[in-house]
């Protein structure tokens, strides 16, 4: 794929992609471009090349699990949904060790 053909495309993503699509390397400063200046589709388009050079059609997924030990949180930020210490205390919890354990025990069979 030739990059420096794509429309309403400035120069320097342009030559970002140009980059990305001859094999070489981004550096910092392209990478701190593409951030600030590409949409969100044509950034994912370059990581998808890559992705697709380096491992064809076979995509890898992550997979886990996270424990939340409490949500009394002592902070009030005004955007927050989750904190039960001030609002709606009788929801709040407070996982004990054992209860955390038991959690990820639960997971010690699961592939
Ligand atoms: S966002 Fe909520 S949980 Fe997070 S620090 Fe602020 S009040 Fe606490």
């Known amino acids: 794929m030739i990059a420096n053909t ?8 342009q030559e970002i992609a140009n980059k990305v699509y001859n094999g070489q390397r981004i550096s910092d400063e392209d990478g701190l471009y593409l ?7 044509f950034a994912g388009a370059l990581a998808n090349y890559v992705r ?5 059609d076979i995509t ?6 996270h424990i939340e030990p409490t949500n009394a949180c002592v ?3 005004h955007f927050c949904s989750y904190s039960r210490l001030y609002a709606y205390r009788d929801e709040a919890w407070e996982l004990s060790l054992q209860q955390m354990m038991d959690i990820v025990k639960k997971y010690d ?3």
Do not use: I, M, T
């Not at 794509?6 to 993503?13: E, Y």
């Not at 951030?35 to 589709?41: G, K, P, W």
């Not at 890898?60 to 699990?65: E, G, H, S, V």
């Open 6 to 13: 794509l429309p309403n495309v400035d120069s320097a993503l």
């Open 35 to 41: 951030f600030e200046h590409a949409s969100l589709a």
């Open 60 to 65: 890898y997924f992550n997979r886990n699990f």
């Open 109 to 111: 069979n699961d592939p």
């Open 75 to 77: 902070y009030s930020c």
């Open 52 to 56: 697709e050079q380096k491992h064809g």
